[in-house]
């Protein structure tokens, strides 16, 4: 499978942002996909998880601001962001795996998200 993320871009703290990762394949096929985040000088982080069945998963500095969603019709996996923060300033990759919760190894291109201040 090949990942493709898109949406990424600037936006001002307290503003929104959405994320698009289309999958080349049936995502209702593949277990587990989500959202990592790299700021500078940090490692990949995780933002948001989702299975196909259903379950999800935040990480700890998103929870109540951002969703995970799939849509199954489009292949595509969503990461919408609000009340953006400049910490949440990275490039983030989409990622897809085997095994729920679980970093996968399946990584997208990277897609940058800059908030600012």
């Known amino acids: 499978v090949q990942l493709a993320e898109s949406g990424g871009g600037a936006a001002n703290s307290g503003g929104s942002l959405r994320l698009s990762c289309s999958a080349s394949?049936?995502?209702?096929?593949?277990?587990?996909m989500g959202w990592y985040r790299q700021g500078p000088g940090n490692e990949r982080q995780l933002v948001a998880e989702c299975t196909n069945g259903g379950s999800t998963r935040y990480g700890d500095s998103v929870k109540g601001r951002f969703t995970i969603s799939r849509d199954n019709t489009k292949n595509t996996v969503f990461l919408q962001m609000n009340n953006l923060k400049p910490e949440d300033t990275g490039v983030y990759y989409c990622n897809a795996g085997a095994i729920a919760f679980r970093m996968g190894d399946v990584w997208g291109q990277g897609t940058r998200v800059t908030v600012f201040s």
């Open positions: 394949a049936r995502i209702s096929d593949i277990r587990a």
